[in-house]
């Protein structure tokens, strides 16, 4: 995890948008929704699987608070400090914040997620092939399937087979949360199979995917509006609320603003020890002294 402290360096010079750019006619919208979670937990705690998907990979979002949502106006000012450093690897992204740079590469996005990093198997290049045993064929005929279809049996509860549940909270929880797409969006094929296979469904490098994605995605929808124009929307895909985890981290006054914001009496972090409790984080992290209108 890098931050660099610099007296004499001037940021602005590296802002992808320069401050006089700068716009907040701009709202963010984003598909990670906290309720497909609590969706998951109940149909799943109704069908006894319950302590299965807990503990799966993802087992630990089961613990996210009902508040956890995406603050859009704080990232918002984050994005607008994006910066591009000498030397800057495509595989990350640099803020300039105050004085110092920061940096979100792989390393930081795993420690603040949870989620696994390693090498990528080769289930996206096989041939896919609906197996008769499987919840694609049995379910939805091994047709083209479409995420609000999924959703709908999921929470009708109808699974003729134990386990069957689980697949489906799994492919579900890739897509509402993880990805971030929105109901319209047709299920991958290697998603599917890779769900029928639990084991190898938990060893899949979930980091190492959402994280390229999620970049690929801030880079490609975050974007500045005229500033004398209309409101302009940003849809934002991929896993955000990992970005936001990672923030609340390492932006103590982020961290402590939202807090507030949101009523609670404890620091905000205390609420998301359950994914940095593991990692020390903190204990690793240098604190960041802000200028005041960084958030």
Known sequence: MQM???????LDQYL????DTWSYNITINTHCKHKFILQIESVLDNCGELDEFRSSCFGHYLDLPAWGYFQAQYMHNLFLRKITPPGASNNEMWFGLGK????LGA?????????KFGELTDIFSRVYESVTDGIHFRYFGGSRLLLD????????KSFQHKGDALKMALVLFVNY??????????VSYWLITLAEDTNGFNMFAWGHFVFKMTLHYIR???RMPDPTGPTCRDNLYGFVWGVQFWA???IPVMRHKLGHYLGSDYPLFKKFDFITKASKIRETWLEMELEGNVI
């Open 16 to 19: 992808v948008y320069p401050r």
């Open 107 to 115: 390393r930081e996005f795993c420690l603040c997620t949870g989620l």
């Open 220 to 222: 490609q929808g975050f």
């Open 149 to 156: 279809e999924v959703i709908d049996f999921f929470l009708a």
């Open 100 to 103: 110092t740079k920061v940096r």
């Open 248 to 250: 609340m981290e390492v």
């Open 177 to 186: 949360i993880l990805f971030g797409v929105d109901e319209r969006t047709q």
């Open 4 to 10: 660099v402290s610099t007296e004499e360096e001037d």
